[in-house]
Each structure stands twice: as C-alpha cells, then as structure tokens.
C-alpha cells in the first residue's frame, strides 16, 4: 500500500502482506499528478514522491543489491516523473503503472550497463512509453498523435493560463469539468480561456501551414 | 495474419524486464505488430505495477535504512523541482533496411542498436546485432526467394520474429509478424519460397542432425 496523504506508514501494518490501492487512494495520486502536469506543484510532487520512494528503492535494492544505486533509481525515477508529468494521460492508465515503466525501464538500461560494455539506452524504445505505434503511420492514431505533437509545439508559445488549460484537456485529457476544480477557478474561465488559446493555436497553424 | 505468440510466461517476464536485450527486442518487434499481445502487456503491467508498489514486506531492507532520513529526502525533492518540466517526446525515427530491393520499416526496439555487415551465403545473409550478451546472439537473417536453413536443433532457444516476408518448416508456414519459438525438443529446416527478413534470437548455436547437413554445421554457426 502506499502512503496517503496523511503521512506515515504505520509500522504494525508493515508485515507480509500486500494489499491493492483502494480507488480513493488511486484518485488522489491522480490528482497529485495532474496537479504537477498542469501547474508544476511542488507540494503535490513532494506527497507523490514519498508515495513511492520506499517501494522504488525496495525495487532498486533487489535489482542492483546496492542501497546507493537504489537511490540513484529514485531520484532518476521521480526526475523523470517530474519532468513529464505533462505527457502522462490519464485515460491510458493508472498512475502507478506509469511510474512503474518509468521506473522499470531505467532500471533495465542500468542494469544492462553495469553488465556489459554498452552505453545504449534501449529501453525506451523495447517500451515506449507514451506513444506504441510509431510503425503505423497510416493509423488515425498515429495521425493524432502528430497533430498533438504540433499542437504541444504551438501551445509552448502561449501564456501560461491558456497553456494549462490546453494540456488539461488535449494531454491529460480531463473534462472541462475536472480541470475547473483541478486549477480551482470557475467552469466558465476554463472555458473562456480554452477558447481564447485555441483561437490563437488555430491563427498559428494557419500561419505555419 | 499473426498466429505465432510469445507465451503468456514470456510476456510477464518482458514486462517485469526480466529478460536479456535480444530477447525484449523480439518480444517488442511482435508487440508492435500484434494488437492481441499489446492487450495483454497492458494487463501484465497494471498488475506488475500494482505487485512492485503494494509490497508490504521490507524485509529486503534487513541492512539497509528503510526509510530515506527527512534531509536526505527533502534535498531529493528539492533537486528534483529546480529542473524545468519541459520533457519533450520526440517521435520515435522509423529505421529501415533494404532488403530484395525494398526498403523495409525495422521495429521500433531496433532504433537504438547497431549492426554489423550484412555478410551472405548462398541465398542466406545475416547481420549480427551488437548487443554484446555473451551466449545470447542476435542477427537480422535475410532468406531470398527459394532460400533454406539446413535442418538444424538447438542447444538452448532459438527465437524468430517474422518482419517481412514468409516461410514454412515441417510444422507451419509463418507470416510477418509470427513470434516462433524453439527448444531443443524441435528440429526444423524452414524454407522461404518469396524470401523473407527475420529477427532471431539464440542462446547457443544450433546443431545440425542429418547426414549431409552435419558437413553444413559451420553454416549453422553462421546463420545463428
Ligand atoms: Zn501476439
């Protein structure tokens, strides 16, 4: 179980057991997550980073027998989760199994480092993480995927109220609804200011194409 | 149409990344391809990531602090935050080979790896991957038109993924995308009447059984 928000491991429950996050926990590393996506909270990320640092370093402890380059696993780990927070969509999967491939393929490129001569990191191309179907480039999908590309190109440009909403609701992919409670401001700023970044995305690309 | 599957053990441990490179490579190569088997690595690793972080036990930590003291984490946090959150996903490059005059898309899983040469016998030509796993060998095997492996066996595994093209051993006929593996019980001398571009993957190099095949054993060394 990981931690919740309220802090401490309780050291009796610490035995032999597992036992599955329940939805409201699941919920609130979502919303930790979101939160760091769209405003780069460092409140929500400190309570997501002791979340998992003992089950990373657990893992890394297992993997490489050493507690030093377990520690280099989380802070690799949660770095990563720091820094493409904006790329993690909801709709694709639980928070915990996206920071499990983050964590998973660090790990492996680690390991295939300290055991052979290589350099390479080729894990994230065995594993991709955000986007599988780089191959079909006649699928919709993969269409889709470009034009979000473009798009997150384009709204880098754009003043950082307007940038939030556009990655909430094209990247995160939460509802106008969520994202109104997520930034805590009224459903019709939401509103008022996707529409004004969109109008101004639109200019952009007509521009540019 | 894909009928030829890594087995279910196979996948959990490619998603637990149990498995050396040349084997996730393969395993990714028929993934991209296989929507069935992207199905079931979705499921393999919610259910991974929900086994690694609701482990209970620390016992792993018997010698070791269990927990990071309050300083040494904050200044982690700390750290972490002072970077920019402006992680950019860079559309994958799609690497090709040419090979019976075309020009073939790899999988994804190959981006990052190096070959050697293509070198050739006969209408049999391999590249060797350079992935520098001891025992565990890799090739990219092109099989022109009309084109055969000398029956052989295995001392370990002997793993192909099907990227181009067809053939057939005594068992099946395998199309793009087919994941096959073999074990030493399996004997086999697949033949591509159209050719074909393979991935393969062995742990040690074949032997070969019959008469006439055996004076072909150093072909074997070379194919695998
Ligand atoms: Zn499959």
Same mark, same amino acid.
């Given at each position: 179980m990981l931690q919740t928000s309220n802090g401490n491991m309780n050291q009796s429950q610490v035995e032999n057991k597992r036992s599955m996050l329940t939805p409201e926990q699941s919920a609130e590393l979502k919303q930790w997550l979101i939160a760091v996506a769209l405003k780069r909270d460092k409140k929500s990320f400190a309570l997501l980073f002791k979340s998992f640092a003992p089950k990373i370093k657990s893992f890394g402890f297992k993997q490489f027998n050493s507690e030093a380059l377990a520690n280099d696993l989380l802070q690799e780990t949660m770095s990563l989760v720091w820094r493409k927070?904006?790329?993690?969509?909801a709709d694709k999967g639980a928070v915990t199994t996206w920071v499990y491939t983050i964590m998973r393929n660090l790990s492996f490129d680690m390991l295939r480092k300290m055991q052979t001569n290589k350099e390479d990191c080729l894990s994230d191309d065995i594993w991709p993480i955000v986007d599988a179907h780089a191959a079909d480039v006649d699928t919709e999908e993969f269409a889709d995927h470009l034009l979000k590309q473009q798009l997150a190109k384009y709204a880098d440009a754009l003043p950082e109220a307007q940038k939030q909403v556009v990655r909430g609701v094209y990247f995160n992919e939460l509802t106008q609804e969520e994202l109104a409670q997520q930034l805590n401001i009224p459903l019709g700023t939401v509103k008022s200011r996707l529409r004004l970044a969109l109008g101004k995305l639109r200019q952009q690309i007509e521009e540019n194409s | 149409m894909i009928k030829h599957h890594p087995k279910h053990e196979l996948l959990a441990a490619f998603v637990a990344g149990e498995l050396p490179a040349a084997l996730n490579i393969a395993i990714s190569a028929h993934v991209e391809l296989c929507d069935e088997c992207q199905q079931a690595i979705t499921l393999l690793t919610q259910a991974k990531a929900d086994e690694v972080f609701s482990? &209970?036990? &620390?016992?792993?930590f018997n010698n070791v602090e269990v927990d990071l003291d309050d300083d040494f984490e904050d200044l982690m946090i700390a750290q972490i935050t002072s970077q920019k959150g402006d992680y950019v996903d860079e559309e994958p490059t799609v690497c090709t080979v040419e090979y019976a005059g075309k020009q073939v898309n790899l999988p994804?899983?190959?981006?990052?790896v190096n070959w050697a040469k293509f070198q050739g016998v006969g209408k049999l030509s391999r590249a060797r991957l350079d992935l520098d796993e001891g025992t565990v060998r890799s090739y990219l095997l092109q099989i022109g038109a009309g084109g055969s492996v000398p029956m052989h066996t295995h001392k370990g595994y002997e793993v192909t993924v099907l990227l181009d093209g067809s053939f057939e051993d005594e068992m099946c006929s395998y199309s793009k995308g087919d994941f096959i593996w073999l074990d030493q019980s399996f004997t086999h001398s697949p033949v591509s009447n159209d050719g074909c571009l393979c991935l393969t993957v062995a742990d040690d190099a074949p032997v070969f059984t019959q008469g006439l095949s055996k004076l072909l054993n150093p072909i074997g060394r070379f194919i695998y």
């Open positions: 927070a904006h790329l993690y969509n | 482990i &209970e036990d &620390e016992s792993v994804r899983a190959l981006n990052s």
